[in-house]
C-alpha cells in the first residue's frame, strides 16, 4: 500500500508542473494588465506603473518569470499579493479552511445521499419510490450549484425562516451550501449505486444466497451494496475536484469566506500570483484526494488489491 501511495506521489509531480505551466501562460495571455487593474481608480504616471511592472518583475521574459516562480515553489513561497502585497501562502491559509469545511460537508452529503437514494431504488426497481429517486437524480445533475443554492436561499432562509442565508462559522450556515454544491454529486452517485446493485442482484452468488435462506435486507445490505459501492468511491473521489471548483461560485452564492471568495477578488484585480497559488493549492487537493480514494478502494474491494499492485 505504501508502495502504491509512494508511485502515486512521484507520479503527480508532472502532472503539477504542467498544471502550474498551463495557469502561468493562460494569465499572461490573458488580455490586460495587472499593474493597470491593481491602480484602477486611482492616479499614476507612467513612471509609477513601469516602476512597479518592473517590481513585480513583470518586464522580464515569461520563461524567466515561470523559473523564479518554480524556484519559490520548492521552497515553499507562493510569491507576494501584487494588490495587497501580502504573503500569498498566508493569505491561502487563511481562507483555505472554510473551503475544505464547505466541500467536505458536500462530499459527505453526496456520499450518504447519494448511495442511501440508489440503496433504496434498486431495493424497490419500478415502483413510486425508484422513480421518485430517479426524476430527483435527473433534476440534481441538471441545475446548476448556483441555481440551486439561490432557490434554497429563498424557500429555506426566506420564506421558512429556518436556516441563514448567508455568512461563515457554525453547522447551520453550512448546510445550504453543501445541499447546494453537493446535490448534482449526489445524483450522479445515486444513479451509479442504483444501476450497480441492480447488476450485482443478477449475479449467481445473490441467488445462491437467497436460495439458502438468507434474508433479502441482509444480501442487499452486506452482499449487493458493498459491491455495489466501490466503485461509486471511485466517482465520489472524482467528484471531489469538481466540489471544489463549484466551491468558488457557492461560496459567492453564499456570501461566504474562502478561497472563492479570495479568487473573486484576485481575477478582478489580475493578481497573478494569488489565481496561481490557488489554482495549485486545489490541484494538489484534488491529486492526494485521489491517492485517498485508491487506498480506500482497494480497502472496500480486497480482489483489486494483487491487481493493483502488479498495474502499478
Known amino acids: 500500500m505504501l508502495t502504491v501511495i509512494g508511485k502515486r506521489a512521484l507520479a503527480a509531480i508532472p502532472t503539477l508542473l504542467g ?43 515569461l520563461l524567466v518569470q515561470y523559473l523564479a516562480f518554480l524556484v519559490g515553489l520548492v521552497r515553499g513561497d507562493l510569491g507576494t499579493s501584487y494588490a495587497t502585497r501580502q504573503d500569498v501562502t498566508a493569505m491561502i491559509a487563511q481562507q483555505l479552511l472554510p473551503t475544505l469545511e464547505l466541500a467536505l460537508a458536500a462530499a459527505l452529503f453526496t456520499a450518504v445521499v447519494g448511495i442511501a437514494l440508489g440503496a433504496v431504488a434498486a431495493a424497490f426497481p419500478r415502483s413510486p419510490a425508484d422513480a ?43 448546510i445550504l451550501p453543501a445541499v447546494a454544491l453537493g446535490m448534482s454529486a449526489a445524483g450522479v452517485v445515486g444513479r451509479l449505486v442504483r444501476n450497480n446493485m441492480l447488476e450485482v442482484m443478477g449475479e449467481n452468488f445473490v441467488s445462491a444466497l437467497v436460495a439458502k435462506g438468507v434474508p433479502r435486507r441482509v444480501v442487499l445490505v452486506k452482499h449487493v451494496l458493498r459491491n455495489a459501492v466501490s466503485p461509486a468511491i471511485t466517482i465520489l473521489g472524482l467528484q471531489i475536484g469538481a466540489l471544489l471548483a463549484g ?9 461566504r469566506q474562502g478561497l472563492g471568495h479570495l479568487l473573486t ?48
Open 132 to 174: 421518485a429517486i430517479r426524476v430527483f437524480s435527473l433534476l440534481g445533475t441538471s441545475m446548476p450549484a448556483f441555481w440551486i443554492g439561490l432557490m434554497l436561499i429563498m424557500v429555506v432562509s426566506f420564506q421558512l425562516r429556518l436556516l441563514p442565508a448567508t455568512g461563515t462559522g457554525g453547522i447551520e450556515r453550512l
Open 19 to 61: 498544471v502550474t505551466a498551463v495557469v502561468f501562460l493562460i494569465l499572461r495571455l490573458v488580455p490586460g494588465d495587472p499593474v493597470t487593474a491593481m491602480l484602477q481608480g486611482s492616479p499614476a504616471t507612467t513612471e509609477r506603473i513601469q516602476e512597479l511592472r518592473e517590481q513585480f518583475g513583470l518586464e522580464r521574459p
Open 247 to 255: 466551491a468558488v461560485i457557492v461560496e459567492s452564492v453564499f456570501a
Open 265 to 312: 477578488q484576485a481575477i478582478a484585480t489580475s493578481d497573478f500570483p494569488v489565481i496561481q497559488g490557488i489554482v495549485l493549492v486545489i490541484a494538489v487537493i484534488y491529486i492526494a484526494v485521489n491517492v485517498v480514494v485508491d487506498v480506500s478502494y482497494a480497502i472496500v474491494d480486497p480482489r483489486v488489491r494483487p491487481s493493483s499492485a502488479a498495474s502499478r
